[in-house]
């Protein structure tokens, strides 16, 4: 097993980073108001020369709290809009097909719908026009070939009767996209392939990481779009926009690539998983 840290790898790129990140981004926009939206990288970096120990435990608190406040805003939202969007990794590998972006959702879900495209606008706009019109999506959501699906079906069958002995009997693999079988999977192949411990634990932090650095831009995005409309910035700002907002997207790409591939990696070692022939 891996040895549990204070202070994981997780902790660092998934909390600490990102709230880092989000921190200098607030003391960057208050560097051009002060400026008067002049940016000289230098006079930017002399800002916080003077800090001392305790100003910086301070900034490694606050970075670390809200590195969490970030992470879970990015679970409601970058990882909720691919869930509605495309589903789940685990379904879409097994070409199992996906529920509609409205289905099973109650009135407040609905609500939320229809916010979060307007919140993640940058995300949204270039995931239609590049991911769904250019086919980028084939990318990071297209599935396994028939011959895997059959054997990770077949094998993941294996396994629940293997771990629910005479409580699963009438589980029907023509249904599998109704249950929640992934899980159990994860939980297996992380508790009995040691070997492969850290590549699983390694995407995690990955497409956290990239999860939250696609919030951030798409902060980003709305801040620059305020000063471009409101402050009668330049045409050079319009670049601004498009430029951060394509970052967003090209983050959200990064997301759903090591999404994919930790639900794949989990497909793949019950694939080879000798004890389940």
Do not use: C
Not at 121 to 140: E, N
Not at 171 to 188: C, E, M, P, Q
Not at 211 to 233: G, P, Q
Not at 253 to 259: E, L, N, Q
């Amino acid at each position: 097993m891996i040895k549990q840290n204070p202070f994981s790898l997780y902790d660092f790129l998934g909390y600490f980073i990102p709230g880092a990140l989000l921190i200098y981004l607030l003391l960057f926009i208050q560097y051009l108001e002060n400026f008067k939206g002049q940016f000289v990288f230098l006079n930017f970096l002399n800002t916080g020369k003077d800090s001392n120990l305790e100003e910086l435990l301070f900034f490694i608190i606050i970075s670390y709290g809200f590195g969490h406040l970030i992470n879970f805003m990015s679970s409601i939202t970058i990882e909720k809009y691919a869930n509605w969007k495309y589903d789940y990794p685990s379904k879409y590998l097994l070409g199992i097909e996906k529920n509609e972006y409205w289905q099973k959702s109650r009135k407040i879900g609905n609500i939320w719908r229809i916010l979060l495209p307007i919140i993640i606008l940058p995300v949204t706009i270039f995931d239609l026009i590049l991911g769904d019109i250019l086919k980028f999506k084939d990318f990071y959501t297209r599935k396994l070939d028939d011959f895997l699906i059959e054997i990770i079906k077949e094998k993941g069958l294996n396994l629940v009767n293997l771990l629910f002995k005479n409580k699963v009997n009438n589980l029907d693999v023509s249904k599998i996209g109704k249950y929640d079988f992934f899980r159990i999977f994860a939980h297996y192949t992380f508790e009995n392939t040691i070997n492969h411990q850290f590549k699983l634990v390694n995407y995690v932090v990955l497409y956290g990481f990239l999860r939250t650095l696609t919030l951030i831009t798409v902060a980003a995005f709305w801040y620059s779009l305020y000063s471009f409309i409101l402050l009668k910035s330049n045409v050079i700002n319009f670049y601004i926009v498009i430029g951060i907002g394509t970052i967003s997207y090209v983050f959200f790409m990064a997301f759903m690539k090591f999404y994919r591939r930790y639900t794949l990696e989990g497909f793949m070692l019950i694939a080879i998983d000798k004890d389940l022939i």
